[in-house]
């Protein structure tokens, strides 16, 4: 599977995230999804509820925006540790990483997009954040970020994996 512009195949699946400094969040008892927002009726998902929805097994190259990718991966149900996302992660591999949120347990529905951000951000996210369009950023062109973006993957690494350590020490 050739890997979408401006990518680079890495070794592994690293913890990443850049508030990923602290260990993974503990993984209640009895995980829930909370659907709330514009709905007609806020709903909660729990364990036995998700268990019952049809289940799908996806091989999927995994790609974040910064530039690394993650190739082969199998999802399946629930192989899911928490440096990756436990107790419930969304997984939407033709999207940036940033957009498949770990440790998942709520969805609010709007019914118009979010405000921008009142201070420009030079790391503001694209909203549809598709990898084969290169979406990487909400305003400058791609290929603008692409070298920034690649200086980050080092440092953003270190401090997610520093996290993981924190817990299992
Ligand atoms: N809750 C949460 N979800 C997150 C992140 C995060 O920091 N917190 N990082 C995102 C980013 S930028 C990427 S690339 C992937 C990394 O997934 P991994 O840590 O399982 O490799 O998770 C995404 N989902
Ligand atoms: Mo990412």
């Not at 850049?18 to 364990?47: K, M, R, Y």
């Not at 993650?70 to 990756?84: K, Q």
């Not at 062109?141 to 200086?151: C, Q, S, T």
Request: hydrophobic share 35%.
């Amino acid at each position: 599977m050739p890997l979408p512009p401006g990518q680079r195949a890495v070794e592994g699946f690293p913890r990443f995230g850049t508030h990923l400094h602290h260990p993974p969040p503990p993984v209640p008892e009895h995980p829930v999804i909370e659907i709330d927002g514009a709905v007609t009726a806020p709903v909660t998902l729990s364990e036995t509820d998700l268990a019952q929805l049809p289940r799908q097994r996806m091989e999927t190259d995994f790609h974040c925006v910064a530039g690394w990718s993650a190739t082969g991966l199998v999802w399946e149900g629930t192989p899911l540790n928490s440096d990756h996302g436990a107790p419930v992660r969304l997984v939407s591999p033709r999207q940036y990483g940033f957009v498949n949120t770990k440790h998942l347990c709520r969805i609010e529905f709007h019914t118009s997009p979010p405000a921008d951000p009142e201070k420009w951000s030079p790391l503001a996210a694209h909203r549809r954040a598709r990898v084969w369009e290169e979406e990487r950023h909400r305003y400058l062109p791609a290929r603008v970020v692409r070298p920034i973006y690649h200086r980050l993957i080092g440092p953003i690494r270190a401090l997610s994996a520093r996290g993981s350590e924190k817990r299992t020490r």
